[in-house]
């Protein structure tokens, strides 16, 4: 058996990470990864602080395809795109040729959900999804600091303020990614404003005394939030960029970055009639509804849940490498607190469902928030820290389960 | 003293800092973490870290 072997579709951190995993148990089994992408390594994670880190796109590549495939002992094929999957022969259809699985594994990711606006420069607002998005973005802001640089040595005998080297960035959506950039960026000293329609920071992960945690921090980094609104228009000025809000406010920026969350990619799980919601849906196994084909990452939905993390993503991947090098391993989650890289107030935070019952229980308030989120058990099943508390997010982890003391 | 960095999430390790909050004393060498050690943001084992720089 396996000598078509396995095919890994998607070279981010799934797909790399799950072949990892199977190499530590197997080095013989037959991987293929077909990505569209270089196959450069890189750490998504850090597209949202790479400012911080003095990195740019090239400077966040950790291995090269290469050096990849060689170290893991596999074919990749690079700048590829996946046309369809034929189930009944086990057989994918690609822009390099056909190719043949025994079995497959998707990890195809996300894509940045995009938000209608209108106006005349509608289609000049960014996203990040990848390190090629980074690149482009990264391009834009330098851009903009050499033409205010030369302007700076044109005028040498004036006095610029520092000021005016910035490049405003104006971000749609105060989520996680939005907050990360936002200080990122804010801390590099470009003017940054965001705007979210929600009432809050993070405010699908957070409850509102936590995210509101957020606001003054990166404040005073100059970042200028506004809540309750957000963009309607996105039309060219004479330089830049003119915004119009819903609220009618008007803002003046260089660049307009769009963080509102991301959504699975499923139209080739689709199309290849495998079991979807809004995600591929997988079971414990990672097994989609063919048992040779698996799913992992930002674009499965496992046993009904859909997590955008890094830490699902590694649970899911040793498990997934046990069951392909032999030894059926379905996946248990521990408590995966998620960590906001806003190092202006760090956040630590174990979200509950949507539809959860319970309450949010504050424990401590100075320079940051405690909370924990009691059930009608009585137990911790969700907590959130911030500030001086987000360094105890293992402790607090082992709490999770537990009856909560008494308020 | 090195600095290293994992391969998964960007999570730093300076080992002239530690990590304190870890029970990790600052000045603690990168050869002298136990084994069992798992990168606090991602879970990644020590053996998947990488030295970015000396």
Known sequence: MDNKGIVVLGSGLAGYSVIRELRKLDRDIPVTLVTRDSGDYYSKPMLSNALAQGKDAAGLVLTRAADMAAQLGIKLLVDTEVHAIDRANKRLDTTSGALEYDRLVIALGADPIRIPVQGDAADAVLSVNDIADYARFRGLLGNKNTVRAELVEAHSNEHISTGSMRTEVAIMGGGLIGCEFANDLAAAGHAVSVIDPGPWPIASLMPEQAGQQLLAPLAALGVDWRFGTSVSRVDRAASGYLLTLADGAQLQTDLVLSAVGLRPRIALAQQAGLAVNRGIKVDAHLRSSDAAIFALGDCAEIDGKVQPFVLPIMHAARALAKTLAGEETPVVFPAMPVVVKTPAHPVAVLPVARDAVGTWQLRSNSDGVKMEFIDAEQCISGFVLTGRYAAERNEMSKQVGQRALPV | ?54
């Open chain 2, 1 to 54: 003293m090195k600095v290293w960095q994992c391969v998964v999430c960007g999570f730093i390790y300076d080992e002239t800092k530690g990590m304190p909050e870890e029970g990790i004393k600052p000045g603690t060498k990168w050869a002298d973490i136990p084994e069992a050690w798992a990168c606090p943001d991602c879970g990644v084992a020590k053996a998947d870290f990488e030295m970015i720089e000396v």
